[in-house]
């Protein structure tokens, strides 16, 4: 079936910048739409940038906005995060998700089918 790795979390100090990857093993990379989610301790999931099947679409939260870009490369099978200007409020574990319609930028967790378990993204203030 679909498998999702994240990687690329680490801790960092608030201003600085990070990368996340998430390679995708299974069928057809590039007819998901992908997402990006994180959850902080004693909090609930968010959502927070998610790209349409061919990279045309873009979303994120406000929170993130003008900080983080979101990107995908459909022949590696990976789809990236780079996060800039890092506050201590970003700290959580991040999670990649794949949305089997691949139209659009879904917002909502429940939209996804498949997930990843996770990389930890710690900012030091």
């Known amino acids: 079936q679909v498998q999702l790795v994240e990687s690329g979390g680490g801790l960092v100090q608030a201003g600085d910048s990070l990368s996340l990857s998430c390679l995708y093993f299974g069928s057809v990379f590039n007819k998901y739409a992908m997402g990006w989610f994180r959850q902080a301790p004693g909090k609930e999931r968010e959502f927070v940038a998610a790209?349409?099947?061919?990279?045309?679409?873009?979303g994120y939260a406000d929170s993130v906005k003008g900080r983080f870009i979101i990107s995908r490369d459909n022949p590696k099978n990976t789809a990236y995060l780079h996060m800039s200007s890092l506050k201590p409020e970003d700290t959580a574990v991040y999670y990649c998700a794949a949305d089997s319609y691949g139209v659009g930028t879904p917002s909502d967790a429940y939209d996804y089918d498949y997930w990843g378990r996770g990389t930890q993204v710690t900012v030091s203030s």
């Open positions: 790209i349409s099947w061919n990279g045309g679409e873009t």
